[in-house]
């Protein structure tokens, strides 16, 4: 088992930062992606940014250049810088945690942390 504790959430004035936090702790997988998520109120969740355990980081559209995905492999945490944050940022925040097995693939979620920016 996996589990994922986030930290860093808040609210924030347009055009402020934050950065969240995501430690994890439970079983070891040498294949795997972390990554960040939002959910808007009554929509799906969404794909915010991720970075493979090699290194390789991915991001949505509507936050590249603005958000930063990095992770440190030694206290098995990932961040996520944001900057420059508007109004439509606002939303919860999950990490997520995809674990790969020759045979399997699976997530693993964070509890979420709501993030507000004010215009």
């Known amino acids: 088992q996996v589990q994922l504790v986030e930290s860093g959430g808040g609210f924030v004035q347009t055009g402020g930062s934050l950065t969240l936090s995501c430690v994890k702790s439970?079983?070891?997988?040498?294949?795997?992606?972390f990554g960040w998520y939002r959910q808007f109120p009554e929509k799906q969740r969404e794909l915010v940014a991720t970075?493979?355990?090699?290194?390789?980081?991915n991001y949505a559209d509507a936050v590249k250049g603005r958000f930063t995905i990095s992770r440190d492999n030694a206290k098995n945490t990932v961040y996520l810088q944001m900057n420059s944050l508007k109004p439509e940022d606002t939303a919860v925040y999950y990490c997520?945690?995809?674990?790969?097995?020759?045979?399997?693939?699976?997530?693993?979620w964070g509890q979420g942390t709501q993030v507000t920016v004010s215009s």
């Open positions: 997520n945690y995809r674990a790969r097995t020759i045979q399997t693939e699976r997530d693993y």
């Open positions: 439970g079983n070891r997988f040498s294949s795997n992606t």
């Open positions: 970075m493979s355990s090699s290194g390789i980081a």
